[in-house]
């Protein structure tokens, strides 16, 4: 049997999603109410417009996920609280659905990730932690040097504070949000923050809004728009239907049979 001297490439010799850990067992337990809600919110209404370019089948969104990003160390991952991914396959079966994003096995590199700052992550996130001898990147580092994500945002929910950094050239940069938004071109939306309720709680939030400047709905609250415009539909139906009937009796009223008027 013949075999061949060429090197193998990673996609085919390193671990995949199906070897790497998806879970830290040193960090037990499920994320604060805030981090399941919020990455949630940002699910529920990411509806890219620009459809010429990516279908909503080529439009991947991560929550909590493993991040799997250095192919010299494949064991090293980052876990964003929220990410997006252009030009990637979604899962068409569930036994499909992915454990981990691992970067050398998708070959894409999220466009926008988003961290919602904790006490304990915040110099992290921010970039304001050192690296230590022999230990992996800081976040920071692995989206900016590594990944090199074109976006990056950070959410203070304590502050209700939303920065976002832009990648120019090799460093990020601050983008000024005036109003605390930013449309996104190559998607078609735009993110900003949010004054309303969410599943029975009050407060800011991160959420996308169209090229009118509409907060996006999510399924729930489209559900309820549908409803109440059948509702007005039936109701002007009814109120039509009222009508007819009264015009009808004040015929008859008058001699006139209105049945007679058709021909």
């Given at each position: 049997?013949?075999?061949?001297?060429?090197p193998?490439?990673?996609?085919?010799?390193l671990?995949?999603?199906y070897?790497?850990?998806?879970e830290?067992?040193?960090?037990?337990?499920l994320?604060?109410?805030?981090?399941?809600?919020?990455?949630?919110?940002?699910?529920?209404?990411?509806?890219?417009?620009?459809?010429?370019?990516?279908?909503?089948?080529?439009?991947?969104?991560?929550?909590?996920?493993?991040?799997?990003?250095?192919?010299?160390?494949?064991?090293w991952?980052?876990?964003?609280d929220?990410?997006?991914?252009l030009?990637?396959?979604?899962?068409?079966?569930?036994?499909?659905?992915?454990?981990?994003?691992?970067?050398?096995?998708?070959?894409?590199?999220?466009?926008?990730?988003i961290?919602?700052?904790?006490?304990?992550?915040?110099?992290?996130?921010?970039?304001?932690?050192?690296?230590?001898?022999?230990?992996?990147?800081?976040k920071?580092?692995?989206?900016?040097?590594?990944?090199?994500?074109?976006?990056?945002?950070?959410?203070?929910?304590?502050?209700?504070r939303?920065?976002?950094?832009e990648?120019?050239?090799?460093?990020?940069?601050?983008?000024?949000?005036?109003?605390?938004?930013?449309?996104?071109?190559?998607?078609g939306?735009?993110?900003?923050?949010?004054?309303g309720?969410?599943?029975?709680?009050t407060?800011?939030?991160?959420?996308?809004?169209?090229?009118?400047?509409?907060?996006?709905?999510?399924?729930?609250?489209?559900?309820?728009?549908?409803?109440?415009?059948?509702?007005?539909?039936?109701?002007?139906?009814?109120?039509?239907?009222?009508?007819?009937?009264?015009?009808?009796?004040?015929?008859?009223?008058?001699?006139?049979?209105?049945?007679?008027?058709?021909?």
């Amino acid at each position: 049997m013949v075999q061949s001297n060429y090197p193998q490439p990673p996609s085919e010799t390193l671990p995949t999603m199906y070897d790497l850990p998806s879970e830290d067992p040193e960090e037990p337990g499920l994320p604060d109410e805030f981090h399941l809600l919020q990455p949630q919110l940002l699910r529920d209404t990411c509806r890219p417009a620009t459809y010429d370019l990516y279908d909503l089948n080529e439009v991947f969104i991560g929550t909590d996920l493993n991040l799997y990003y250095e192919v010299r160390h494949p064991r090293w991952y980052k876990r964003p609280d929220w990410f997006l991914v252009l030009g990637v396959r979604r899962a068409r079966q569930q036994t499909d659905l992915r454990w981990s994003y691992v970067i050398w096995q998708e070959g894409v590199a999220p466009f926008l990730a988003i961290e919602l700052l904790s006490p304990g992550t915040e110099a992290d996130d921010l970039g304001q932690s050192l690296r230590e001898v022999n230990q992996p990147p800081s976040k920071w580092q692995v989206y900016e040097q590594i990944l090199r994500i074109p976006y990056y945002g950070v959410f203070d929910r304590y502050q209700n504070r939303f920065q976002l950094f832009e990648l120019q050239g090799v460093r990020y940069e601050a983008v000024p949000l005036p109003e605390a938004r930013f449309w996104f071109e190559p998607l078609g939306l735009g993110l900003g923050v949010w004054q309303g309720d969410y599943q029975g709680t009050t407060g800011a939030w991160l959420r996308w809004y169209d090229a009118e400047h509409h907060w996006l709905p999510t399924p729930e609250e489209q559900a309820e728009q549908e409803r109440q415009r059948a509702e007005q539909e039936r109701q002007r139906a009814e109120q039509e239907r009222q009508r007819a009937e009264r015009l009808e009796a004040r015929l008859r009223a008058l001699g006139i049979d209105p049945d007679g008027l058709d021909g």
